[in-house]
């Protein structure tokens, strides 16, 4: 996703109204409802989704929509108490009614959820062969809704539904609800954590003159005369975030190409406004390269029983799986803008290799909880650098990460707070990129490095995982220890300084970290005259003899380019 720090050099005249809005959020008090929507409670740890058939039909004219989904769920362990289900559904949404069973059963509401007790509290204790089965029996609910959804004010920061026309008045309707949830438009177990082990059935049924495209493929189309409506059905079959469920209505046009992957040929399906058909099939050849520049990267394409879709939205993007929102208005850079002002980044479209990039990092790897949302956006923003350097050289890619830094504010730490649905700073993007560069050239091994990429892929694969999950991984892949370096990046707002004394004249350089937390150990490597130099300040000073000529050729330019850091050179001499 895109945040709103990330941009404010493009949006100048928000950025007063940006920053008070952070303040304000950095000082909330959190509350129940936001514990309810961020943590794992008892009545939602026990359960886990197997299955999700979503219906819907969007009333245009009155911007409401009404539906119902059929929930399929497992026991992972014995409830605590009588079976209580946590359903999340926003307000002002309502629930009708919920069948289990085949038979309505009784819940309640408690702001944005709706409480389901499956078994009454003496029943449950008293028959220790219904307990069982709620942990060795698929279980199914079906809960029927209706009612207005939260518009969306500025998609895709304020989430919700969009109700928007095309240039030639036609409607056009799309969902983006990263943050925000997905309960904001359908009842769901709205947690990160949970993606359905068997992904999603999509039914959505809008005016025969419209078309509805969702995650996944489209498998049936069925029309009802009488009322001049169309039910599309949409078929993914890996699990999948539920913010990533998506739902375009509009006058789509659409056409098709393929990609030899890795292992697998791509089906590639773009589906744009009818009148934008020509323009798209020129712009989109970016695709091809962009996923041959990825899988090179990170492996072989996630989801290829899903394909992989460009869907036009009224928004600027959006990372849903297998459907990516598309809505830079076929430009390249972030809306014809550069967000490094190197120049490398008018060479491509933003949103296609963003966005698509979420697909191996958010979508393939999901985090349990949004405040560790950096595994997300670090690497996602940081494949920027990588398709740069598939374009251009390494230089380039350098020169692009470089010119990230312009976006980094340090206000604020990368980590949210944890279960409360509370992300972190929008440094995740520009800092957090910049900190796997850093990396990269600590490990001194681009193979290495792209292994590592790759391995993460493999390993989580499909998978949810926490921040620490991945910090640990990065470090026993690598064998070495970066735990320090994630606290300094992801905790801190501090910039590590790098001081260094050389003596010419002895040929000795001292060195050390200041501005730090303790125990702060990068490596540095780094070439002059075309030999590595390689070094491991600690927060002591250290000196070690150098045999290498001119040694004026080690130079804060160069270090600082290569790692997130301060430095500061002294020279020496007898």
């Known amino acids: 996703m895109l945040s709103k720090t990330y941009f404010l050099i493009i949006i100048l005249s928000l950025i007063a109204s940006s920053n008070q809005a952070q303040l304000m959020a950095d000082k909330k008090a959190f509350t129940k409802a936001d514990s309810l929507r961020g943590m794992l409670n008892e009545n ?3 359960w886990d989704v197997q299955h999700y058939e979503l219906s819907i039909k969007p009333n245009i004219t009155n911007k409401t929509i009404e539906g119902n989904v059929i929930i399929s769920f497992k026991g992972i362990k014995l409830p605590t108490t009588a079976a209580t289900l946590q359903i999340d559904l926003q307000q002002p949404l309502i629930a009708d009614s919920i069948l289990w069973q085949n038979k309505k059963i009784p819940f309640t509401r408690n702001g944005n959820i709706v409480l389901v007790s499956l078994i009454t509290d003496e029943v449950f204790a008293e028959r220790e062969k219904t307990k069982l089965g709620l942990v060795t029996a698929t279980q199914k609910i079906q ?18 539904l969009v109700w928007a026309k095309d240039k030639l008045g036609n409607p056009w309707i799309a969902t983006a609800c990263q943050g925000l949830g997905a309960s904001v438009w359908w009842p769901c177990k709205d947690h990160q954590s949970d993606e359905p082990n068997n992904g999603v059935l999509l039914h959505y049924t809008v005016p ?22 169309t039910t599309y059905t949409w078929q993914i079959k890996n699990p999948i975030n539920s913010y990533c469920v998506t739902m375009n209505v509009g006058k789509y ?14 089906n590639l399906n773009y589906w744009v406004l009818a009148y934008n058909l020509s323009k798209a099939k020129e712009h989109f050849t970016i695709v091809p390269k962009m996923l041959q520049c990825f899988e090179y990267w990170f492996g072989k394409y996630p989801f290829p029983e899903d394909d992989y879709k460009l869907i036009e939205t009224p928004f600027v993007g959006m990372e849903h799986q297998s459907g990516v929102a598309y809505g830079n208005r076929y430009l390249n850079g972030y809306t014809g803008n550069d967000l490094s002002a ?31 949302m950096w595994v997300h956006e670090s690497f996602t923003c940081y494949s920027e650098t990588l398709f740069t350097e598939f374009l251009f050289n390494k230089a380039a890619g350098d020169k692009y990460n470089y010119g990230l830094r312009r976006n980094i504010e340090n206000d604020s730490p990368i980590i949210g707070t944890y279960n409360v649905n509370k992300e972190g700073s929008g440094d995740m993007y520009s800092k957090g990129a910049n900190m796997l560069h850093t990396i ?8 290495k490095f792209r292994g590592l990429l790759q391995a993460l892929n493999k390993t989580f694969y499909h998978q949810t995982v926490t921040g620490k999950q991945v910090e640990y991984y990065i470090s026993q892949y690598s064998n070495e220890d970066y735990s320090k370096v994630f606290q300094q990046y992801l905790y801190t707002t501090q910039i590590p300084s790098l001081l260094l004394e050389i003596d010419n004249t002895n040929k000795i350089f001292k060195y050390k970290w200041s501005n730090c937390v303790d125990g702060f150990n990068l490596k540095i490597a780094s070439v002059i005259n075309s030999k590595q130099l390689l070094f491991s300040p600690t927060t002591s000073w250290q000196s070690k003899p150098l045999d290498i000529g001119d040694i004026d050729f080690l130079t804060k330019e160069q270090l600082e380019k290569s790692y997130y850091i301060k430095t500061a050179i002294t020279y020496t001499t007898n």
Do not use: C, Q
């Open 253 to 266: 046009g659409n056409f098709t190409d393929t990609y030899d992957g890795v292992e697998n040929k791509l």
């Open 44 to 46: 939602r740890d026990w």
């Open 208 to 229: 025969d003159t419209l078309t509805a495209v969702g995650n996944g493929k489209l498998i049936a189309t069925n029309n009802y005369k009488p009322d001049n409506l």
């Open 342 to 372: 190197t120049g490398y980044g008018m060479a491509w479209d933003y949103m296609i290799v963003h966005e698509s990039g979420h697909e191996w990092f958010g979508n393939n790897i999901t985090t349990k909880d949004i405040a560790d």
């Open 440 to 447: 990269r050239h600590s490990m001194n091994n681009d193979e």
């Open 143 to 160: 809960i029927f809704y209706h009612g207005t959804p939260k518009a969306a004010i500025r998609a895709p920061w304020d989430g919700g």
